[in-house]
Structures are given as C-alpha cells and as structure tokens.
C-alpha cells in the first residue's frame, strides 16, 4: 500500500461514488439557467440533486475543504466556485487557510 | 502521404481565455507567458500545418462522471465549445477532419487501443485555449482538428507509459494516412499544480524541469513514475503531462525541442510552452 501524499484526496472510485449527487448538481451550472436557479431557491435545487446532509451543509458553508471531504471533485466545484465569482486562487486561499493575497505570494515565490 | 511536422505543449489554464478576452497579453502578470508565443507563430507560419492532432482533457463539459471513457477520438465535421460554468468566453466552434479521424480511430482498435469514438464531441478550454494561443485574433483557424481526450480528472488513470504508446500508435497511423497533409500534434495542459486540498498551490520547479529535459530524448525515462508518484511530484492536477506524453509518443521521426518557455505562476500552475520538432528518416537523408 502507498501512502497518501498530505493535504491531497485522490479522486478514485470510492470517492467519485460518495460524490456522485454533488458533482452532478455542479455539472449542471455549466447552464446560466441552472446557475440562476440555484441562486433562486438553493434548497430546492440542493433537493432535486439528492444531496446528502453533509454535501448540502458543505454547498451551504461554501467550503471546500468540506465539499471536497463529501466527494467533490474539483474541476466541478470550481462550477460552483465560478457562481460567485470566485477563481482558484480564491478557493487555494480557502483551503489552505491564507488570505488571497498571501497565497498568490506562495505561488510566486515557487517561480524563485 | 501526411507528415507529422511536430508538436506543441502548452498549458491550458482558463484565465488565460479571459486574458486573451480582456486584451491582456502585455500585462506585467501575462507577458512572460504569452511573449513564449512568439516562437510558436513564427513557427506556425513557417510550417504550415493543415490538420493538428490535440491530446487533451475534459474538465466536465462534454463528458461527466456518469461515462468516462479513458481514451476518446473525435470523428465530427466540426468541434464546439459551450459555457464551462467559470466565467470564460464561449470560444468559436473548431473544424473536424473525419476522413483523418476515422483513419486514426481504425489504426488505434486494430493496434489494440479501445477508444470511444466520439461523432459529437464539444471541446473545453483545453482545446480552444491552446488554440487560440496559437492563432491568435478570433478568426477562424487555419487548420482543421482531431481532439483525442484523455481522462486525467477520475482515477484510476491511464499510466505515463500507456499515454506514450497511445501517442505511438497515434503517430503510425498517421504515417500511414495516404493523403498529402502536414500534421500537427498538441499535447495541453500542466506543468505541475494542485487545486484541490490543503496541499492546493503545490508547484514543483524542478520537477517539471526534469520533465522537460527528458520528454525529447528519453521520454521512456519518465514512464517509471506511477499515477501516484506524479500527483505527488507534479501535483492532483500535474497528472495533464500525460497529454504530453502521448504528443511527445506521436512524434515518431528524429525529435529535437527548438523553442521552451517556462514561467511561474499562470492562475495556480507552473505554465510551460515546448515546440518540437519532428524529422523523419527520409528527410534527415535529403538535409
């Protein structure tokens, strides 16, 4: 058995099934409409995926660490990051606990 | 018969669609990014492809979890692109090649690689960016496409060496195309970041250096690395080298890099551009 790098979920078959409801819901605000509609009535869209307690309680938190821990994939979540205006180096800062400012640091500082 | 003149890798990040949109390329952030083009141009224009074959990855656009084909081989008239969901502009639509495709596809089954084979097929930004940074200015381009898609978003994934050998085959069988085209390969995506996690931010300069050293002359060096070693040298999201791996399996003549550009950060990644240049047997006797 290998072990697990930290800090890093392998999206495997275990967690492509737990996740499953909730990258479908995030691959369906590919659609302005869809995006709409969940902005509309978050409950009722949650809903009509069939998300788990915990991968509603993770969309309503907005946290990806936690979506992530519910079997989220991220290219999906960044759909929904993409709802709210929010690129990857406003999720990295999320995940890692840094302010945005700080994590573009971090990225720069790996060119030197 | 067709050539395969060479191959180009560049990474695909989808901010670079809205940099391109918001005319940005001279900005201090992008023009260390985009100023590696303009070897590319130069080298487009000089020689003239009519068809590029493009080694990518679906981010979720054209194909979901419900059925994720491993290998998949374009055969439309023609490709397009559709939101994504992040915020880039919808890309103009891309012409096929079918009579190429289909050539392909039968070499790759008789060769024993079972791809799915796709007549309808739209493309993500890991086709259209590359595109556009290689023909700039919104007109339509000058060449013709066939997308060949790679999973590199579930696990398991296909292995470096399988990438390769994919590209290999990829590469006879457009040896053995009858008609008198010049043929591209794209490889998009990389180098190495991470997205997702505690350990998103993760870049590994040298890494991808050794990457790029080895890719021309021994790219067989880099098939002892398994998946898992790659997320872990490259980052979750390195894993797009094996689009790389199969362009580099495609170039099947006497290989040499003419142009490497190479510049952190671009958005969360490590952005590389390499041009390779592909000289067969033949040719090599005429110079």
Redesign the interface.
Known sequence: M?QD?????????DQ?QKG?AL??M??S????EN?AAFLKDEDAYCRKFGLNEKQRAAIKNRN??EL?EAGG???????F???F?L???D??AQ??GVTVDE??A???A??R | MARIIGGVATTHVP?IGKAIAENKQNDPYWKPFFQGFDYVHYWLAREKPDIAVVFYND???NF???KLPTFAVGAAKEYRN??????IPVARAIEGDPDLSWHIINALVADEFDITMCQDMLVDHSVTIPMALMWPGNKRHPVRIVPVSINT????LPSLKRCLNLGRSVGRAIESYPQDVRVMIVGTGGLSH????????????EFDKLCMDKLTGEPEALTRYSI?DW??QAG??GVEFLNWMAMRGALTGQVTEVHRNY???I??T?AATVVLENRTKAERKAA
């Open positions: 290998k790098i930290p800090g890093t979920v392998m999206f495997d078959g492509a499953y990258n479908r995030c691959f605000f590919n659609s302005a995006r990806v660490l992530i994939n991220v290219y999906y979540l960044a759909k990051a993409g709802i205006g690129n990857v180096q999720i990295g995940q890692t994590f573009k971090k990225l720069a790996a060119g | 901010s981010h979720g656009l979901f979890l419900d559709e939101d994504e969901g992040w915020g978003v579930q696990h398991p991470q997205l997702d996690g505690k350990r998103a931010g993760f870049i590994n300069k898992h997320v872990e979750a999201q510049h952190i950060p958005s969360n490590a």
